[in-house]
């Protein structure tokens, strides 16, 4: 059987074109599943990507008017990809027009605009989705089967990291991920909420923490309007701007479940490329897992292995969906077949008309860690995890 799902995508950088391949890749990769992605629509506000998308990616029409994309019949699907102060708007009137939506972390430019997403499509009833990609990997699925199956025993502690290089050069254009007013927080909503989502989803729940903030680069070339992405950089002597959010953050966690833990996101560190990572550790066992070396799990389960110590299991067609993109054990995947993964199986929920897994609700409960991480920065001290949920 076959399922059309018609596709409108707002905003066309980097993600906007990356969703868009992925969502053309999946009746390739995926034959057996019947989803044929439809991509109808897409809205953004430079002509240049709108012809792009016509001309190259196989989008019907394009407009610089999202709102368009919400009259029409032929659109099931709503893919927010624009950056993250137009959220809220976007999603409220895609979840009053009754389209299902997928947006990309942190669903929000703040907490508390996440948590009013998140009731808008609870109470629209529509599907939801959230681009934490990294859940999607192969071998942090097969971390996740480990822990659910109690293989690491009694979870003791977790690390969990989002260093990245992005920020590093002190030449990087100012673009809106450094605004406060059009980003809202800096590495706190860019990649440390990758991290608190690994690890909720990994560890569980989070109940209080402390936290601290450093912007370390304060200043910034000021860009080009509608060019390039957020690592093209200036040069020695163009007019600068102040970068209003933060560089560093890092907080010391408890979860429900009595683990310890450490979270860290650095967008200007030197060193790590695209290092989201994390390490648990149980009574029975421990693990590692590192994006920089995608497919590979560092495994540590003494009563189960001949031999003292890690040992590597590379990712392969034995996992979930690896098999579909490339055969065969130790072949590798990248960034771009993740989201593969990702569109995928939130398109198998639409289809098969259930809630999504990361939806709204997992970007709301890493709101709420984020929320209290801001009130640490405040306070200077410990917070409580307190659900932002609109009732």
Not at 234 to 253: H, R, W
Not at 284 to 294: I, P, Q, R
Request: with cysteine; proline share 5%; charged share 25%.
């Amino acid at each position: 059987m076959t399922h059309s799902v018609g596709i409108g995508v707002i905003g066309f950088g980097w993600m906007g074109q990356a969703h868009s391949r992925s969502f053309r890749a999946i009746p390739t990769y995926f034959p057996g599943d019947g989803i044929v992605p439809r991509l109808v629509a897409v809205a953004d506000t430079a002509p240049d990507r709108v012809e792009l998308a016509v001309a190259n990616f196989g989008f019907v029409v394009g407009t610089p008017e999202w709102r368009d994309l919400l009259e029409r019949d032929d659109i099931d699907v709503i893919d927010i990809t624009a950056p993250n102060a137009l959220h809220e708007e976007i999603a409220e009137a895609a979840a009053a027009a009754g389209k299902h939506i997928f947006c990309e972390k942190p669903v929000g430019i703040e907490p508390g605009a996440t948590a009013a997403i998140e009731a808008a499509g609870r109470k629209a009833g529509v599907i939801t989705g959230c681009g934490y990609n990294y859940r999607w990997a192969p071998m942090v699925q097969h971390a996740k089967r480990l822990v659910d199956e109690g293989r690491f025993g009694e979870l003791t502690h977790y690390r969990g990291r989002f260093f990245s290089m992005y920020g590093r050069d002190r030449l990087g254009v100012l673009n809106w991920r450094f605004l406060q007013d059009e980003a809202g927080y800096g590495a706190l909503s860019d990649i440390m909420s990758h991290a608190i989502d690994l690890a909720q989803f990994l560890c569980g729940p989070i109940r209080r923490l402390v936290s601290v903030k450093e912007i370390f680069v304060k200043q910034r070339p000021l860009p080009s309007p509608h060019t390039g992405t957020h690592y093209d950089r200036g040069s020695p002597g163009d007019p600068t701007g102040e970068v209003t959010n933060e560089d560093y953050v890092g907080a010391l966690v408890e979860f429900d479940n009595g683990a310890r833990g450490t979270l860290e996101a650095d967008r200007s560190i030197f060193g790590p490329q695209s290092q989201m990572a994390f390490e648990l550790n149980g009574s029975k066992g421990a693990a590692s897992w590192d994006h920089e070396m995608l497919n590979r799990l560092r495994l540590y389960l003494p009563e189960e292995q001949p031999e003292d110590g890690y040992i590597d299991v590379l990712a392969g067609d034995a996992f979930p969906d690896q098999g579909n993109i490339v055969p065969g054990g130790g072949n590798s995947l990248g960034y771009e077949d993740m989201k593969i993964i990702e569109a995928l199986e939130y398109l198998r929920s639409v289809v098969a008309g259930t809630q999504h897994r990361p939806g709204f609700e997992d970007a709301l409960a890493n709101a709420s860690v984020a929320a209290a991480m801001i009130r640490s920065w405040e306070s200077g001290g410990w917070e409580d995890v307190v659900s932002l949920r609109i009732d």
